[in-house]
């Protein structure tokens, strides 16, 4: 954070940190206010059915486990000192299928189920389905603001870090991200992504958004 700021201000400046496994705990707390209210979560883990919190916690846990274990990146927004945002990013070459990554399938039918393993599991594939063919897309499977610091600003910080990261590999064509809920559509739409498809899922549709990262139409022709 810059020096030179009021003392009288209590309010740092938000800060854009890498997340390693000490922040876990805080990680999973984020993501399970962040999801466990999405229709997207709530039809894949049945929230109909006794449990679909303890499925929600078991699956985020379960991802943010897997994501560490490849060390793929992980970055938050710090404000005050508290973790207050966090997004985690796929490797554009690690193309990854759940499906192969049978340690975590058998973690997550031990703890989710198995219908929510195998829902999960199909609705990961169709997202597969629609990425670029041609080209390798970072893709964005966690990203969640903790309601208590939500339309602050936070969000699009933490959305922008991300795409500057991607940016600076050379390897992405760009950022994959996906969202059940139409209010968020606008925001995703304000900062350049455009839709590749949509997945039915009950009665809703799920939107999956791609934006190009700025700059490598030119760098993949070699301008």
């Not at 039918?109 to 997202?127: E, M, N, P, W």
């Not at 209010?183 to 899922?201: A, M, N, T, V």
Request: glycine fraction near 8%; charged fraction near 25%.
């Amino acid at each position: 954070m810059a020096n030179g700021s009021s003392e009288n201000n209590k309010q740092q400046q938000p800060v854009i940190v890498r997340l390693d496994e000490t922040a876990l705990n805080e990680a999973k707390s984020i993501l399970y206010q962040a999801y466990r209210h999405e229709p997207t979560f709530q039809y894949l883990f049945d929230y109909r059915r006794p449990g679909y919190e303890k499925r929600v916690r078991a699956t985020i846990r379960e991802l943010i486990g897997l994501y560490f274990e490849l060390q793929q990146d992980a970055i938050g927004v710090m404000v005050d000192d508290t973790l207050v945002a966090v997004a985690f990013i796929g490797d554009p070459e690690l193309r990854l299928n759940l499906a192969e990554q049978l340690s975590w399938r058998m973690k997550m039918v031990l703890t989710a189920g198995f219908a929510s393993t195998r829902r999960y599991l199909d609705y990961h594939q169709k997202i597969r389905e629609m990425l670029p063919e041609s080209r390798f897309a970072h893709q964005l499977p966690l990203m969640g603001v903790n309601p208590k610091y939500q339309n602050r600003g936070y969000g699009r910080e933490l959305l922008e870090a991300v795409q500057r990261l991607c940016s600076e590999n050379p390897a992405g064509c760009g950022l994959v991200l996906d969202t059940g809920n139409t209010r968020y559509l606008q925001f995703y739409e304000s900062e350049g992504f455009r839709p590749l498809g949509k997945i039915r899922l009950g009665d809703f549709e799920d939107y999956v958004l791609f934006r190009e990262v700025p700059g490598y139409a030119a760098t993949a022709t070699g301008g």
